[in-house]
């Protein structure tokens, strides 16, 4: 290959870029701002480490099956992998609706990156996120 198709940003999603300790759900719960659509409420919160960090809630009521919540979570995984670069340092927690559990992956996907654009845009506006 050449080098010409090798990306300067890596877009991988390692575990420096995951909310995992309750704590951490819990802070951006407490003094989020949030954002909705049909599919997805988001919630974030600005932090210190200079890069967004991902956490999930897919929820048994909203998403239904194993199945159905592993593919609701790999579809905003791999979305928020490939906007991670354009988004300001927050942490996020999407969470999941009932209207998702039926929806196509590219109005999935749609929605999402309209999502990001948002945040992106509503940290850029605000002083704090």
Not at 29 to 57: E, Q
Request: glycine share 6%; charged share 25%; aromatic share 6%.
């Amino acid at each position: 290959m050449t080098p010409a198709l090798f990306s300067l940003r890596r877009h991988t999603f390692p575990a420096q870029r995951r909310l995992r300790l309750k704590s951490d759900f819990e802070k951006v719960h407490g003094g989020g701002r949030r954002i909705a659509d049909g599919f997805f409420s988001m919630t974030y919160r600005a932090n210190t480490l200079g890069a967004p960090r991902l956490g999930l809630a897919v929820a048994v009521r909203a998403a239904g099956s194993a199945v159905a919540r592993n593919r609701l979570r790999r579809i905003v995984k791999e979305s928020f992998r490939r906007a991670q670069h354009e988004l300001p340092a927050v942490d996020l927690v999407v969470s999941v609706r009932a209207a998702a559990r039926d929806a196509t992956a590219p109005a999935l996907n749609a929605a999402l990156a309209l999502l990001w654009q948002k945040v992106a845009a509503q940290c850029a506006s605000s002083p704090r996120a």
